[in-house]
């Protein structure tokens, strides 16, 4: 089994879209995520203001899903395929820039 994080940065849409975007990533998006084959938990996080500076970080909300998983590059895929496809996605979130993704393999120790 292969053990990951999977680090999604991202933003609403616009300000005034904030609220929305988080009650639909909180009570929607999180479901989602936390149901896809594989994910063990997915937790989101916030830039505090004093820690936002948009020139060096233009992503405020972090989401980090953990993965156990046989194949972690078709569960990753999967993962990313799912969120493609929801509608909010789309509505919700700044698409430019993009969402920042990386995955993080746990290595033994």
């Given at each position: 089994?292969?053990?990951?994080i999977?680090?999604i940065?991202?933003?609403?849409?616009?300000?005034?879209?904030?609220?929305?975007?988080?009650d639909?990533?909180t009570?929607?998006h999180?479901?989602?995520i936390?149901?896809?084959?594989?994910?063990i938990g997915?937790h989101?996080?916030?830039l505090?203001?004093?820690?936002?500076?948009?020139?060096?970080?233009?992503?405020?909300?972090l989401t980090?899903?953990?993965?156990d998983?046989?194949?972690l590059?078709?569960?990753v895929?999967g993962?990313?395929?799912?969120?493609a496809a929801s509608p909010?996605?789309a509505?919700?979130m700044e698409l430019?820039?993009?969402p920042?993704?990386?995955?993080?393999?746990r290595?033994?120790?």
């Amino acid at each position: 089994m292969a053990r990951a994080i999977i680090a999604i940065a991202s933003n609403p849409s616009s300000a005034d879209a904030e609220p929305a975007y988080n009650d639909w990533y909180t009570n929607t998006h999180l479901a989602e995520i936390r149901s896809a084959p594989g994910v063990i938990g997915a937790h989101r996080y916030r830039l505090p203001d004093a820690q936002v500076t948009p020139a060096e970080r233009p992503h405020r909300y972090l989401t980090l899903v953990e993965l156990d998983v046989e194949d972690l590059r078709t569960a990753v895929i999967g993962l990313l395929g799912r969120a493609a496809a929801s509608p909010e996605a789309a509505k919700w979130m700044e698409l430019d820039p993009m969402p920042a993704v990386t995955v993080w393999e746990r290595l033994p120790g």
